[in-house]
Nanobody, 115 residues
Framework: QVQVMEFGGGLVQAGGSLPLSCAAS????????MGWYRQAPGNQREFVAG?????SVKGRFTMSRDYAKNMVYLQMNDLKPEDTAVYYC???????????????WGQGTQVTVSS
């Protein structure tokens, strides 16, 4: 069993900053990758950050990882109303040495940016 949990989120004014964090826990051999997606009302889920940063947030959002703690962070600066969405953490893990990576998603955390 692998658990993924996001922390942070909330309401912020345009131009403000908000940090998100995500922790992976449970029984797995290793973490293959971690990243962030978001989904705004009426829109499809879109990539935010992982091995690279989405163009829409480049220069404003920064992702970092703490490999020892199995955590990933998303620092969001200069937030805009269009950044309003539910933000999801995704973790790819290897359940054992020989297996293929499997994806696990968090429940999501709401970020609302007011104008």
């Amino acid at each position: 069993q692998v658990q993924v949990m996001e922390f942070g989120g909330g309401l912020v004014q345009a131009g403000g900053s908000l940090p998100l964090s995500c922790a992976a826990s449970g029984n797995f051999f290793s973490i293959y990758g971690m990243g962030w997606y978001r989904q705004a009302p009426g829109n499809q889920r879109e990539f935010v950050a992982g091995a690279e940063i989405a163009e829409s947030v480049k220069g404003r959002f920064t992702m970092s990882r703490d490999y020892a703690k199995n955590m990933v962070y998303l620092q969001m600066n200069d937030l805009k109303p269009e950044d309003t969405a539910v933000y999801y953490c995704v973790v790819e893990v290897l359940l054992d040495r020989e297996g293929s990576p499997k994806e696990y998603w968090g429940q999501g955390t709401q970020v609302t940016v007011s104008s």
